[in-house]
């Protein structure tokens, strides 16, 4: 089964027309059975803005992400030691997702594209035949997963424009540039719990995040809402 759109939209200002947003993007989803009812779960999304006015894309977690109370960290959702470029025409953001293992803005810039796959196992359908009348049960699924993706400026993710391998150091009237040795791609690996809760995907996902080829602290993804 495949499942997939490509959108495009213009903005512009009625009182000045020279300024405009323009945003195109694709998702792509395809379903492929395996055995019974576990099937492996895939989809492709990537978008890009321009203009005088950009969405800025902040990569990083999954939709609809609840966090729990953490004293020991002032910003649990938001990574705000990722640069964030300020000469972009930066003037609308969303989140760019699933990018399991990191928190929103791991990655930044008006382009973005992640690949997510899945192994669904059903485990409570998988081993009988008879219908469930249970929503939870019915929908139950054991998962495995993996997530690549990037968000950049620029011509490409290696470009010199992006903001998150750029840092500025300013000491009194002096300002030292540096740049950092980053890789832009991310990557993530985790397995994870998901169920259907009136009507809603409820989920629950462990993930390790993998940053320059090396494990990071791994993250728990609680999440409600819909889902691929």
């Known amino acids: 089964c495949i499942r997939d759109r490509g959108w495009a939209e213009h903005y512009r200002e009625v009182v000045e027309p020279s300024l405009h947003t323009t945003v195109i993007g694709i998702d792509a989803r395809h379903y492929q059975p395996i055995f019974r009812d576990l099937i492996c779960a895939n989809r492709l999304a990537a978008s890009s803005s321009f203009g005088t006015r950009k969405l800025i894309y902040y990569l990083g977690s999954v939709d609809d992400w609840l966090i729990l109370n953490n004293n020991d960290d002032p910003s649990p959702r938001f990574d705000r030691s990722t640069n964030i470029a300020q000469n972009e025409g930066y003037y609308f953001q969303t989140i760019a997702t699933n990018m399991r293992g990191f928190k929103q803005n791991a990655r930044n810039g008006n382009n973005f594209a992640v690949?997510?796959?899945?192994?669904?196992?059903?485990?409570?359908?998988?081993?009988?035949?008879?219908?469930?009348?249970?929503?939870?049960?019915?929908?139950?699924?054991?998962?495995?997963?993996?997530?690549?993706?990037?968000?950049?400026?620029?011509?490409?993710?290696?470009?010199?424009?992006?903001?998150?391998?750029?840092?500025?150091?300013?000491?009194?009237?002096?300002?030292?540039?540096?740049?950092?040795?980053?890789?832009?791609?991310?990557?993530?690996?985790?397995?994870?719990?998901?169920?259907?809760?009136?009507?809603?995907?409820?989920?629950?996902?462990?993930?390790?995040?993998?940053?320059?080829?090396?494990?990071?602290?791994?993250?728990?993804?609680?999440?409600?809402?819909?889902?691929?």
């Open 115 to 228: 690949l997510n796959s899945e192994l669904r196992w059903p485990v409570v359908r998988f081993f009988t035949d008879k219908p469930l009348k249970s929503e939870f049960l019915a929908n139950l699924q054991i998962i495995g997963f993996a997530d690549v993706g990037t968000a950049w400026n620029g011509p490409n993710p290696y470009s010199d424009e992006n903001a998150f391998n750029n840092i500025a150091v300013t000491n009194g009237s002096a300002t030292v540039r540096y740049k950092n040795q980053n890789d832009p791609i991310l990557g993530s690996l985790g397995w994870g719990l998901r169920t259907k809760i009136w009507g809603y995907f409820a989920r629950i996902d462990f993930a390790n995040g993998i940053e320059n080829g090396k494990f990071i602290d791994s993250k728990i993804h609680l999440s409600i809402g819909l889902d691929f």
